[in-house]
């Protein structure tokens, strides 16, 4: 059984940053494709970003590329995404989500993830 547990999430201006956190419990975390989704109020959960289990894929969505990146520290069992230059369109709850089928992908869908975190809300501030 897989848990993740998001944080890090908060109130920062336009322009600012922030830096979101997932925690797995499980037993093969190094094994784990991971994605980070959000979904804002009235909208669908949409992809973010996403990456494999050694770090070498990585995909992010359009809107976020060159502003956010996705990492993760396998001896932590912690993925990270650093969000920058945040605008208005990006508040959200951002979710990190786990497939724990040891792939060496990355996967855009969220189908494709069996565990999902408890969300952790980002709001800017214009």
């Known amino acids: 059984q897989v848990q993740l547990v998001d944080s890090g999430g908060g109130l920062v201006q336009a322009g600012g940053s922030l830096r979101l956190s997932c925690a797995a419990s499980?037993?093969?975390?190094?094994?784990?494709?991971m994605g980070w989704f959000r979904q804002a109020p009235g909208k669908e959960r949409e992809f973010v970003a996403a990456?494999?289990?050694?770090?070498?894929?990585?995909i992010y969505a359009d809107s976020v590329k060159g502003r956010f990146t996705i990492s993760r520290n396998n001896a932590k069992n912690t993925v990270y995404l650093q969000m920058n230059s945040l605008k208005p369109e990006d508040p959200a709850v951002y979710y990190c989500?786990?497939?724990?089928?040891?792939?060496?992908?990355?996967?855009?869908?969220?189908?494709?993830?069996?565990?999902w975190g408890q969300g952790t809300q980002v709001t800017v501030s214009s």
């Open positions: 989500a786990a497939d724990s089928r040891s792939s060496s992908s990355a996967y855009v869908s969220d189908l494709k993830y069996g565990y």
């Open positions: 499980g037993p093969s975390f190094r094994n784990y494709a």
């Open positions: 990456i494999n289990w050694s770090g070498r894929r990585i």
